[in-house]
């Protein structure tokens, strides 16, 4: 009901009767009330002047699931959101939803993570209010070594989505970091359940730099806010990221994976490059020459020998 | 103290006085009278005589954690213990422990699961006190192409407590089958949690029918009751595949996979013989002629091709 009264209140700038709105969703006019003092509570300036009618203000800067549907338009991606003020990490609470069989496509959103989660177990900082931090659920009919595509794929998302709300230039670090002017923006953390060979679920996570100014940012890092000079609409790039995903996640369906590559080579900074790679296993050193249509960087070593590197931290060398 | 109570009942047949009990455990006696009276809640038959003391008549058939944990003398494996009257499914309690950061070793138990699941998406029939329901949280450090090795290892250890428990012949029919005199007395289903190519977790859960009589049985399987032609102790059998597992768990992280092969190959009711394997992907038909290392069937086919397969349902061909 919240959603349909904002969405009253958003088609103009001038004020609407109570009567009108109230007549049209078919609720007393004191219901109607409470909701706006409800929406005022989550932060929303809204006036209210006698025989005049009530005028949104402005809305508050938060990733409320009505605000990400409002206007959305997709059929899979963003269906289900589930919002949180603060999570432990939202991977955790998207692997729970997941193992109790939530819809593909359900995203779970936090402003803020005490425990958030990058890749091999690190810590990924959440300041609040400032970024994006999102677990999507999807279940792909693929067996797990094919996985690494849908990393690429969001990669290539949120870089066509941050080039067109904020005209940036964003790139890839092998495997799934995103880079603007060489500094870190954001990262992808790809998890899955799986039987053997049947994924359950995947669920893929994005932390990205959005409106941190620089004492919340660790050092090297980069933002939206520091890179454009001003704050950017978190609702809006959320939205974009999310119509990329789906957009690009149907048509891998329908023509294979070859488009997410070639998009993914062209926004990437590792490839011709000298590169050292470390895992938990090993190190390994070498020409980064290419990657496969399933994500795995070919290294070219000293010796010669060409090496598929299916994970790992890369470090390009000067 | 419950179990600390148990254990001194269990130590002898005759009476034991409460001064000494609640004197040793230094507790009172009305605290004492207490922990007996909700023990014979729980189904413990527990004589009180004045002047004499307690004594233990008998136990439930239970599997409560104090049981499993009494004598087990494991490290690993059963240091943790879930126990449920009922569950959905121990899977789904074992991934979201998992997800929790629940101990390697933890294992989640049910009486009776409403929801039990196979492979594949399957039902597993749970009915109550009959089987032993179990979901076993491992965090081992291998990638995921490496982990059906752990469901080839789960198998061989509950064939050897079969044996040793109940001197029963357990055959493995691939992947995870347990059969007894060519009727199914269980099955394995292996479940991880993984980043790309890192193993989180992996939830192993074991389905065995111990003393179900024919009308809980589906048509063609097999039970130790049915098997013996009189019930079993489900704690002994339980604590004995605890104990394998580990004890095999442990092995294969000093001396690799190659004595897991080989338990199987020598339990096995599937090489040697023609196959039919259906799986979600294909159905493929030919000679099962033997196992990887990595648990993957070797099939060669009519056309002479030998193929692996790493996932399906097998069906012996007469």
Known sequence: MQTKILNFLKKTDEYVSGEEISNSLKISRQALWKHIESLREDGYDILAVPHLGYKLVSSPDRLFASEIKSGLGTKIIGKHIYYFDS???????????????AHEGTIVLA????????RMGRDWVSPKYK?????LILRPQIPPSQL???????????CEALESVCSLEAKIKWP?????????????????N????????????IGLNINNDKKSLLPGANSVLLEKGEAFDRIRILQQILKRI????LLLKSRGPDFIVKGWRQRNITLGRRVKISSHKEHIEGEAIDIDSDGALLLR???????RVTAGDVTHCR
């Open 176 to 192: 799934n970091d995103i880079f603007i002017n060489n500094k870190k923006l954001g990262g992808i953390l790809t998890e899955l």
């Open 301 to 307: 070593k000293d010796s010669g020998i060409t090496q």
């Open 246 to 249: 789906e957009e690009n996640y």
């Open 111 to 118: 402003e803020a993570q005490s425990k958030g989660r990058g």
């Open 194 to 205: 799986a039987e053997m060979d049947e994924v359950r679920f995947v669920v893929i996570g």
């Open 131 to 135: 970024g994006i931090y999102l677990s």
């Open 87 to 101: 999570l432990d990490s939202t991977m955790d609470t998207a692997m729970q939803l997941g193992i109790k069989s």
């Open 148 to 158: 690494p595509i849908l990393t690429l794929l969001t990669a290539v998302s949120i």
